[in-house]
């Protein structure tokens, strides 16, 4: 069909972590095609990719990946050889107001992707690199990290359905003999995330003097990972990790959510010039979430010793960067806090 090396199929490209592989694998790879394909729901913006549109090796394909004929036809349209599969439905509080988009994207969607693979690698060298999460494994005390090897234990809908996808994935494995991997990554922050997850909603609220919304205590716990280092994880195990082995990343970063909170209004007192202390006194609790999960925390040493993979930069590097880049795109953060995330903020947070 073509020269290009691979023809990876990128699902769920637009959204926030696929937008940074989409990026790594273009520039570092020349040589392979990259398919993105994505529904482009609220969470999908292919503004996030302005920079990387025009490059030759690179495709959009707008579909939704529970539509199985859709998956079949891209798959013979760009002869695939690989998947890199991100698409999904990601944040829990969404999961508690209607499960059942969860359910289609996140396990009918994968399956509809695990088949078509199935049918069209009859032989030669694949990979489905399948990307989950570590909320698969439950909720941890205070003690302890999560290895390969602890039990599922998904408490939320959003979970059950990642690990009923990555159940799926295995399942293919064993029965088929699908090449597939999995990673299982902690709490991303970094550029172009979408401002309903924590870190980004704190900044805009924090840089528009708006109440800033803690559940419950604020003393659950969750292990920071720059998106690039995630996506340079991805890059990794889709290259050098093991058929049939699942890999947890995370960089052994772990903060409750006030400490966290409270480090990014010092941080953005000191870059918007306010008096230390102003922005901390928007902070305000709220109910919490229901079943939320006390902490989790990741083990990657099978990762770091196996395929020498390490965070590149500090938290409060990554931190840093991360509120310098929503300060500096003020167009981005516009366009995706209209609209129907506007509708979603008025009903979960009162309109604050
Ligand atoms: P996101 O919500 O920012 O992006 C999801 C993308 O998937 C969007 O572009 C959306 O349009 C697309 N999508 C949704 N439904 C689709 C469908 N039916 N068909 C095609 N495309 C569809 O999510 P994210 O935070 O970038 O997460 C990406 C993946 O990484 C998810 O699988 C998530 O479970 C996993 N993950 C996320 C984190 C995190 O901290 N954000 C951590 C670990 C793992
Ligand atoms: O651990 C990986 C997971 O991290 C990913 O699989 C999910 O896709 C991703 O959304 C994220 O899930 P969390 O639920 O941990 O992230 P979120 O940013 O929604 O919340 C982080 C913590 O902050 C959590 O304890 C809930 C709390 N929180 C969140 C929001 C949005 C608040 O206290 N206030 C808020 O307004």
């Given amino acids: 069909m073509d020269n290009f090396d691979r023809r990876i199929l990128v699902t769920g490209g637009a959204g ?3 937008s940074h592989v989409v990026r790594r694998l273009l520039k570092n790879y020349p040589n ?6 994505d529904k482009l729901t609220y969470a999908g913006n292919l503004a996030n990719l302005t920079d990387v549109q025009k490059l030759k090796n690179y495709r959009f394909e707008k579909i939704d990946i529970v539509n199985l004929q859709a998956v079949k036809e891209v798959f013979q349209k760009y002869h695939i050889t690989d998947v890199i599969h991100l698409a999904a439905e990601s944040h829990v509080d969404r999961s508690i107001e ?3 988009e969860f359910v289609m994207t996140n396990v009918v969607g994968s399956v509809n992707l695990l088949q078509t693979a199935k049918d069209n690698w009859k032989s030669g060298d694949h990979v489905f690199h399948h990307v989950s ?4 494994y439950g909720s ?3 003690t302890g990290l999560f290895t390969e090897k602890t039990s599922y234990d998904p408490r939320s809908p959003y979970s059950a359905s990642k690990a009923s996808s990555d159940h799926f994935v295995m399942a293919f494995y064993h029965t088929y003999n699908l090449p597939v991997k999995m990673s299982n990554c902690s709490n991303n922050y970094g550029s172009h995330h979408f401002p309903e997850k924590l870190i980004p909603l704190m900044i ?6 708006k109440p800033l919304p803690i559940y419950g205590k604020g003393d659950n716990i969750r292990d920071w990972l720059w998106v690039e280092d995630h996506a340079s994880a991805i890059e990794t195990i889709f290259h050098h990790g093991r058929i049939g082995e699942s890999y947890n990343v995370g960089g052994l970063n772990e903060w409750t ?3 966290l909170v409270n480090y990014l209004c010092q941080l953005m007192d000191e870059k918007l010039g306010r008096n230390n202390g102003e922005s901390a006194s928007l902070i305000t609790y709220v109910t919490d979430r229901a079943g939320h999960d006390k ?3 990741i083990d990657a040493s099978k990762l770091e010793n196996e395929l020498g993979w390490k965070p590149s930069i500090t938290f409060e590097e990554g931190l840093s960067k991360t509120v310098d880049w929503f300060l500096s795109n003020q167009e981005w953060v516009d366009k995706v806090t209209s609209g129907s995330y506007k509708e979603y903020y008025e009903i979960m947070y009162g309109g604050r």
Avoid: C, S, W
């Fill in 16 to 18: 926030f972590i696929g």
């Fill in 32 to 37: 392979y095609l990259i398919v993105n394909a």
């Fill in 98 to 100: 209607g499960p059942m």
């Fill in 133 to 136: 999460t570590d909320e698969v």
């Fill in 140 to 142: 941890l005390g205070h």
């Fill in 204 to 209: 805009h609220n924090i840089q528009h003097k």
């Fill in 257 to 259: 959510n006030i400490e």
């Fill in 295 to 297: 902490r989790y925390a």
